[in-house]
C-alpha cells in the first residue's frame, strides 16, 4: 500500500509541478517583470512548498534532523541540478545563455548559505522569546535580497510580440492556475514524503541521511519538473531563476522553522554536521558563479562546467554519507 501512495502522489506531484511552470512564465510575460525575477521569486516559492511542509511535518513528529537535512540536502541538489540540465540539454548549452544574467542571485545564494553555516557552527544562544536572532536575521538578509533582485530585474521584461507570439494565456488565468497548482503540491506532498520516509526507514537509513538525500531529492521533485519545462519553454532565466531561487527561500523557510520550533532555538537544536552540508553547497554555489561568469569564453569546453558540478554533487553525497550521517 505504501508504494501505491507513493508511485500515485509522485504523478500527481508531476502534473502540479507542469503547470506550476506553465503558469508562472505566462505570469513573467504578461506582467513584464521577467522570468529571472518570477523564477527566483513566484516559481521558488511554488515549488519550495513541499520542503517546507517537509520540514513542518518533521518537527511535528520530533525529528528536527530530518528538517534540517530536507532543507539543507535540498539547497545542495537544486544547485547540482544546474549541471544535470547542462548535460541532459547538452545541445542548447543553456548555461552559455544565461551567462551573466544571474550573478547577482548566485552571490545572495553564496551570502544566505554562509550567513546560516555560521549560525549552525558558531553556537549563539541569543534570542527573542523562543525564536532565536540568527533565524531572525537570515529572514531580513532574505527579504532585502528579494528586494535587490527585484531593482535588478527592473526593465527585463518581454516587448508585446513575444507576449503575442507566445498565445499565453490571459494573466487572470495564469494567476489562478498557478494558485490551484500550488494548492495540488501542499495536499500531495505530505502523502508522499510519509510514504517515502516510511520505505527508507524500512531499509534502515538514519533521518538525517533520509532528509538529506532520498526526502530532499522527492521535495525537489517540483523544482525538476518545472526547469524542465522550463528548458522546453526555452524559458532558460525561468529555470536557473527558479533553483537558485528555491536555494534561498529554503533558507528563507529554515527562519520560519525557528518560530514553528518552540522546544528551543532550531539552529542551535540540529546536528552540525549540517553546517558540512551547507558548507558543500556553497562550494557548488562558487561554481556556478564561476559558470555564469566565464561561460561565454572562447576556447572553453563545453558542458565541462555540468560535469564539474554533477561530480562534485555525487562526491559530496559520498562524503556526507562517511561523516556519519549515514548510520
Sequence with gaps: MIYVVFIVSSFLLVLAATKLAEFADAIALRTGLGRLFIGSLLLAAGTSLPEFLTTISSLQNGVPDLAAGNIFGSNLLNVALLGFLDLAYWRTRFLQRVANRHILICALCFLLT????????????????????????????????????????????????????????????????????????????????????????????????????????????????????????????????????????NLFSLGITDFIYTKGQFLLDIDPIFGLVGVLSLILVGMVTISNIIARRRGRPAHLDGFLITVTYILSIYFVYQRGLGG
Excluded: K
Aim: with cysteine; glycine share 8%.
Design 114 to 249: 554562509s550567513l546560516t553555516v555560521f549560525f549552525v557552527q558558531a553556537n549563539i544562544p541569543l534570542r527573542i522569546g523562543w525564536v532565536g536572532l540568527d533565524s531572525i536575521l537570515v529572514i531580513v538578509v532574505y527579504l532585502i535580497a528579494v528586494y535587490e533582485l527585484h531593482r535588478h530585474s527592473q526593465g527585463s521584461g518581454p516587448d508585446e510580440e513575444e507576449i503575442e507570439a507566445a498565445q499565453i494565456p490571459p494573466l487572470w488565468l495564469a494567476l489562478g492556475g498557478f494558485v490551484l497548482s500550488s494548492i495540488l503540491l501542499v495536499m500531495v506532498t505530505p502523502r508522499m514524503v510519509e510514504s517515502s520516509i516510511e520505505i527508507a526507514r524500512a531499509i534502515g537509513l538514519s533521518t538525517g541521511f533520509v532528509g538529506t538525500t532520498l526526502v530532499s531529492l522527492i521535495t525537489s521533485m517540483p523544482e525538476i519538473v518545472t526547469c524542465v519545462v522550463a528548458m522546453r519553454l526555452g524559458a532558460y532565466d525561468l529555470a536557473v531563476g527558479n533553483l537558485l531561487g528555491s536555494l534561498n527561500f
